[in-house]
C-alpha cells in the first residue's frame, strides 16, 4: 500500500512562496498526480494536476503562480507556490487522480500578514 507524506508548508506572508514536497512510499510512475487543499469549512479542491508524461492543468485561481512537477526517480511530486494570497491558506495534500491511494496528513499553509 502506497502512502503519501506531504512536507513544506509554513507561515509566509502574501507575496511570498512556498515549496511544498510530496514522496510517495511505492511507485507512481504511471499515476496522474495531484495537489489538492482544504481550507477551513471548505471542501478539498483539486488545484494542480500533472500527468504521467508531464502534462499539467492547474485551477484558474492558481495559475500562473503556481507550478507542480514530479520527479519520478525520486517518486515525488512539488508544488511551487509563487505570489502566495490569504485565500491560499489551507491543508495541502496530494493524491493520485484515478487509483485508490489514502490521504497523507496534509501540510498546513498559512498566508497572513
Known amino acids: 500500500q502506497v502512502q503519501l507524506v506531504e512536507s513544506g508548508g509554513g507561515l509566509v506572508q502574501p507575496g511570498e512562496s512556498l515549496r511544498l514536497s510530496c514522496a510517495a512510499s511505492?511507485?507512481?510512475?504511471?499515476?496522474?498526480m495531484g495537489w489538492y487543499r482544504q481550507a477551513p469549512g471548505k471542501q478539498r479542491e483539486l488545484v494542480a494536476h500533472?500527468?504521467?508524461?508531464?502534462?499539467?492543468n492547474y485551477v484558474d485561481s492558481v495559475k500562473g503562480r503556481f507550478t507542480i512537477s514530479r520527479d519520478n526517480a525520486r517518486n515525488t511530486v512539488y508544488l511551487q507556490m509563487n505570489s502566495l494570497k490569504p485565500e491560499d491558506t489551507a491543508v495541502y495534500y496530494c493524491?493520485?487522480?484515478?487509483?485508490?491511494?489514502?490521504w497523507g496528513e496534509g501540510t498546513q499553509v498559512t498566508v497572513s500578514s
Open positions: 493524491n493520485a487522480l484515478f487509483r485508490q491511494i489514502s
Open positions: 511505492g511507485s507512481i510512475v504511471n499515476d496522474d
Open positions: 500533472i500527468s504521467p508524461r508531464g502534462t499539467t
